[in-house]
């Protein structure tokens, strides 16, 4: 079993629509938890941290559900720029090592 | 978030031969990682590399394969040696946030291919 799972999609959507990623990970000992965002034939960028309180940054919406290690993403109003990779990041207790998911796809179109 | 460069950006390489990436950072770092990324697939760390100490390898990668230099707090190399084409891959840098909960940021990697 990966350290970290996803669904690799492709999530294939309107735009306008709102779409959910699910993320879970196996080691109850990870600390922090983040999404990136990758391009095609790019590096992966900071999309933003998860908290368990959840936060929250324009339309996007990360949620952390310690108890049954499960981190989620919600992109609402998709745009077609939001077309990407969005992997799931773990961090471990240390905070000097990440653990990324397999990464979910998500294709926007008009 | 710190400015990271890498060379080159991508090579072409025959088998049996060696590559050195270099990666540059434009503040210092305690720590840098060296990530692989193979085609379709996520990123798997390969070793941690600190300023002035070996550096530490993750599971299925040796240090014969894949030296790492560290001379100062803003650079770090990463050699592939005798490539296979096995070794077909992304290779990136990346470095620790300045913030107290910062995570990673990565270079634009390297993109090797090795026939």
């Known amino acids: 079993r990966k350290e970290v799972e996803q669904d690799p999609g492709p999530f294939n959507v309107p735009e306008g629509a709102t779409v959910a990623f699910n993320c879970t990970y196996s080691n109850s000992a990870s600390q922090s938890f983040f999404w990136y965002r990758q391009d095609c034939r790019k590096e992966p960028k900071l999309l933003m941290s998860v908290y368990s309180s959840g936060n929250e940054d324009g339309r996007f919406t990360a949620q952390l559900n310690r108890a049954s290690q499960y981190i989620s993403l919600l992109i609402r109003d998709s745009k077609l720029s939001d077309s990407a990779t969005y992997l799931c990041v773990a961090e471990n207790n240390a905070g000097n090592m990440l653990t990324f998911g397999g990464g979910t796809r998500l294709m926007v179109k008009p | 978030s710190a400015v990271i460069s890498q060379k080159p950006s991508r090579d072409i390489c025959q088998r049996g031969t060696s590559l050195t990436i270099q990666c540059q950072v434009d503040?210092?770092?305690?720590?840098m990682f060296w990530y692989r990324q193979q085609p379709g697939q996520s990123l798997t760390l390969i070793a941690t590399a600190n300023q002035g100490s070996e550096a530490t390898y993750e599971s299925g990668f040796v240090i014969d394969k894949f030296p790492i230099s560290r001379p100062n707090l803003t650079f770090s190399t990463l050699t592939v040696s005798n490539m296979s084409p096995e070794d077909s891959s992304i290779y990136l840098c990346?470095?620790?946030?300045?913030?107290?909960?910062?995570?990673?940021?990565f270079g634009p990697g390297t993109r090797l291919t090795v026939l």
């Open positions: 990346s470095v620790e946030g300045q913030g107290p909960t910062d995570t990673q940021y």
């Open positions: 503040s210092q770092v305690t720590m």
